[in-house]
Every structure is written in structure tokens, then in C-alpha cells.
């Protein structure tokens, strides 16, 4: 009995770093996208979002009465997003961290798209929390 005692701990350890694994990989809101794109530029780029646009637009899917508009009721391709995003006031960025943006806003919308009620409930990518 006894000795089994440490193999029983051991199990019940790896049960649980399992378990918290599984709960930090399904808690991403964009694992929708897991298959598609990397999970890491989006978060980056939900990231760079809130720090060079968010004080002007939010991404939403609904009229939020931004400066710049509600992203989120675009739909673009990223060409386009890109061409917008390059001439927006923002701080000298690479073009590797607008792009991260431009997919990240891109993605957005086309799940803003998809939704039956597209347009009438916050999105859970929302930037507002994000930036306030
Ligand atoms: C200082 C404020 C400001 C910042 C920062 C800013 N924008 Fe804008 N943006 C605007 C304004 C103002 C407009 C024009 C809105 C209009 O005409 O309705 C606009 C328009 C746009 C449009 C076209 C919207 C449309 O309805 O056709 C896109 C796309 C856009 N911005 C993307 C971005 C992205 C991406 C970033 C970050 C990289 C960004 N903007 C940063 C103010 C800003």
C-alpha cells in the first residue's frame, strides 16, 4: 500500500498539469483560427491593435461611435486593411507588426461576417477593454 502511495501522487500531478493545459488552450478566443493561423501573431497582433489603433477604432462588429470607426463592421481583404493601416497616424511600426494587425482585424471581420446576428452583439475580440 505504502508503496504505491508516491506513483498515485505522481499520477495525480500529471492529471492535473494535463487538465491545465487543456483549460490554457481552449480559454484562447481565437482558437477558431487555431488550424488557419498562428494563434501567437494574432494575440500579437490583437496586441499591437489596442496600442496603435484602438485609441481611434474599436472591432467590434456594432456602431460604437469611434473617432475612426468600428473595424469589425468592415469587411476587407487584408491588401486592403494593409493599405489603410499604412496611412493611418500611427507611430513608425515594421512592416511585420502591421501585418500581424492587418490579419489579426482581418480575421475579426470575417467572424463578425459569420455571425447570424453580425452587427448586433460585442464581439469577444472587442479592443475597447483592451485599451481603457
Ligand atoms: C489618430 C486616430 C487613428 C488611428 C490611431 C488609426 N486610425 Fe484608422 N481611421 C481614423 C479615421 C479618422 C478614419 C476615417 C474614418 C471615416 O472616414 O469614417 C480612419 C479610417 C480607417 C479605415 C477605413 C475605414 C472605412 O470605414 O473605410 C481603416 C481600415 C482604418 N482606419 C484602419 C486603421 C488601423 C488598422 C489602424 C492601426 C494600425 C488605425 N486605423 C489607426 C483614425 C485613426
Given at each position: 500500500m505504502g508503496r504505491c502511495r508516491g506513483g498515485?501522487?505522481?499520477i495525480a500531478g500529471l492529471a492535473v498539469v494535463a487538465l491545465l493545459s487543456l483549460i490554457s488552450a481552449c480559454s484562447s478566443s481565437v482558437r477558431t483560427h487555431a488550424t488557419t493561423l498562428a494563434v501567437a501573431q494574432l494575440v500579437e497582433g490583437r496586441r499591437l491593435f489596442a496600442g496603435a489603433c484602438g485609441a481611434c477604432h474599436t472591432l467590434t462588429g456594432h456602431d460604437t461611435h469611434a473617432n475612426g470607426g468600428d473595424l469589425g463592421l468592415l469587411q476587407m481583404t487584408q491588401a486592403q486593411m494593409l493599405s489603410f493601416a499604412r496611412i493611418m497616424p500611427?507611430?513608425?511600426?515594421?512592416?511585420?507588426k502591421l501585418r500581424n494587425i492587418v490579419r489579426y482585424v482581418v480575421s475579426v471581420e470575417a467572424d463578425?461576417?459569420?455571425?447570424p446576428s453580425a452587427g448586433a452583439t460585442t464581439s469577444p475580440y472587442g479592443a475597447r477593454k483592451a485599451t481603457r
Open positions: 498515485q501522487l505522481a500611427i507611430p513608425k511600426m515594421s512592416s511585420d463578425d461576417a459569420k455571425r
